[in-house]
């Protein structure tokens, strides 16, 4: 049974930084999405299986880096500069498909339970 688990979000000020991280069952390209209150579920970042290839959403601004350890089977996710607007549950996501990254929601084959980051001014 394939199992994605987040943790490391919570409440944190303008201007300071998190790192989420997700721990998988198996390998897989990874990705995470965010959902904010009535909005959409969005792209934030993904990452292949080797590590090699990342891409980030533009609003991300080389704010957040993606990253994994393999042996661990663990994706990382670093916010820093983090802004009201960033406010959203975070959900880990995976696809069976190693190392083509992709933005469109509808390819991605797992999902974590989500992890709340909660940003005030």
């Known amino acids: 049974q394939v199992s994605l688990v987040e943790s490391g979000g919570g409440p944190v000020f303008a201007g300071g930084s998190l790192r989420l991280a997700c721990v998988a069952s198996g390998n897989y390209g990874m990705g995470w999405f965010r959902q904010a209150p009535g909005k959409q579920r969005e792209f934030v970042a993904a990452?292949?299986?080797?590590?090699?290839?990342?891409d980030y959403a533009d609003f991300v601004e080389s704010r957040f880096i993606i990253s994994r350890d393999n042996a661990k089977r663990t994706t990382y996710l670093q916010m820093n500069f983090l802004k009201p607007e960033d406010t959203a549950v975070y959900y880990c996501?995976?696809?069976?498909?190693?190392?083509?990254?992709?933005?469109?929601?509808?390819?991605?084959?797992?999902w974590g339970q989500g992890t709340l980051v909660s940003v005030s001014s």
């Open positions: 990452i292949t299986y080797s590590g090699g290839v990342k």
């Open positions: 996501t995976g696809r069976r498909r190693l190392d083509v990254l992709v933005r469109d929601i509808t390819l991605w084959d797992y």
